[in-house]
T-cell receptor
Framework: EAQVTQNPRYLITVTGKKLTVTCSQN?????MSWYRQDPGLGLRQIYY???????DKGDVPEGYKVSRKEKRNFPLILESPSPNQTSLYFC???????????FGPGTRLLVL | KQEVTQIPAALSVPEGENLVLNCSFT??????LQWFRQDPGKGLTSLLL?????REQTSGRLNASLDKSSGRSTLYIAASQPGDSATYLC???????????FGTGTRLKVLA
């Protein structure tokens, strides 16, 4: 089954404790991206990747890191999480930037 | 910078009605515009993608139109059903970028 998976789905952590949210797709997509969704603000793009080893900042990259060492995986790293990073995070992928995006189920993060 | 607006934020209609959801964007130079559906606690599902050279796309009871000159897209849902209840989001991909800009969505409730 073609899908985008994210882990974990739910995470509670404390300020400053490094964490990684994994994202994997099995559709051989080149374009992958991370979004955060906050009430009243909609979805905002954090980082995106055009292909392996090619990443770039979205609109809200501060406090986040990403890597793309393999085509199927695009982890999101929070080196020192803060409460303002409490949010619902989505990973998405597509064949190209102008193609239909497929979204993962989301990761709900709470930073205390 | 591109801004995407969806009005109204929420809408309730009786079952069977035809309805139109609106999406406005400030910069007409776009690669494409996509419509998504989001169910509570779930990820986004792509409904329709309209490339900048197209005027409309259809899938079943859904029809999406694009008017770049006026900065508007509409999603038409025919013969609405309770199962159509969800939040509908539009997203534009501005020309010259690889960053999607999302609207904040319209929460639709179809009453049985």
């Amino acid at each position: 089954e073609a899908q985008v998976t994210q882990n974990p789905r739910y995470l509670i952590t404390v300020t400053g404790k490094k964490l990684t949210v994994t994202c994997s797709q099995n559709m051989n997509h080149e374009y992958m991206s991370w979004y955060r969704q906050d009430p009243g603000l909609g979805l905002r793009q954090i980082y995106y990747s055009m292909n392996v080893e090619v990443t770039d900042k979205g609109d809200v990259p501060e406090g986040y890191k990403v890597s793309r060492k393999e085509k199927r995986n695009f982890p999101l790293i929070l080196e020192s999480p803060s409460p303002n990073q409490t949010s619902l995070y989505f990973c998405a992928s597509s064949f190209g930037t102008e193609e239909t995006q497929y979204f993962g189920p989301g990761t709900r993060l709470l930073v205390l | 910078k591109q801004e995407v607006t969806q009005i109204p934020a929420a809408l309730s209609v009786p079952e069977g009605e035809n309805l139109v959801l609106n999406c406005s964007f400030t910069d007409s130079a776009i690669y494409n515009l996509q419509w998504f559906r989001q169910d509570p606690g779930k990820g986004l599902t792509s409904l329709l993608l309209i490339q900048s050279s197209q005027r409309e796309q259809t899938s079943g009871r859904l029809n999406a139109s694009l008017d770049k000159s006026s900065g508007r897209s509409t999603l038409y849902i025919a013969a609405s059903q309770p199962g159509d209840s969800a939040t509908y989001l539009c997203a534009s991909l501005p020309s010259g970028t690889y960053k999607y800009i999302f609207g904040t969505g319209t929460r639709l409730k179809v009453l049985a």
